[in-house]
């Protein structure tokens, strides 16, 4: 597997479906991958993508969010926040694993291990065309965006 091809995979998902990888095949995919539900950083990265989600669609491309959380976990931040795109839950971490995002962390002075705030936007054939890691949470929606635009 070359390093921008990506793996068929489906996962739980907000609203009682399943999310299969293979299904958004034909129109850019962006897949934001997050550590928790309700976390400061993670809400303010949420809304952003939700603020952006109209400007997202009319660019041709899906937003997906993917944390560790349950499914129920993840219907409540939806709920609470208004977020309009679906949550997915890896609880497994078979994908977060495949993207490479789980790392060790420092954490009040403790190693833990758990998801580095990563971006991947897939294009239409579902190969990775532009990721971002470690990345800040506050304005990255609009980099993803403004990026999203020039996928043609």
């Not at 962006?30 to 950083?41: Q, W």
């Not at 795109?85 to 995002?101: H, I, M, N, R, W």
């Amino acid at each position: 597997m070359s390093p921008t091809e990506v793996a068929d995979f489906t996962l739980p998902a907000t609203g009682g479906a399943n999310f299969q990888l293979y299904a958004t095949r034909g129109k850019p995919l962006v897949i934001f991958f997050y550590p928790k539900d309700n976390t400061p950083g993670c809400t303010t990265e949420s809304q952003q993508f939700r603020d952006l989600y109209a400007d997202f669609k009319k660019a041709g491309c899906e937003v997906v969010g993917i944390s560790r959380d349950s499914t129920k976990s993840h219907e409540n931040f939806k709920g609470k926040f208004s977020l309009p795109y679906a949550l997915l839950s890896d609880t497994d971490e078979k994908v977060c694993e495949q993207f490479g995002v789980m790392k060790l962390k420092n954490m009040y002075g403790k190693q833990v291990r758990g998801i580095e705030r990563s971006t991947f936007v897939l294009d239409s054939s579902g190969k990775i065309c532009k990721e971002w890691r470690k990345l800040k949470a506050d304005g990255h929606a609009q980099e993803v965006l403004d990026f999203a635009r020039t996928i043609k």
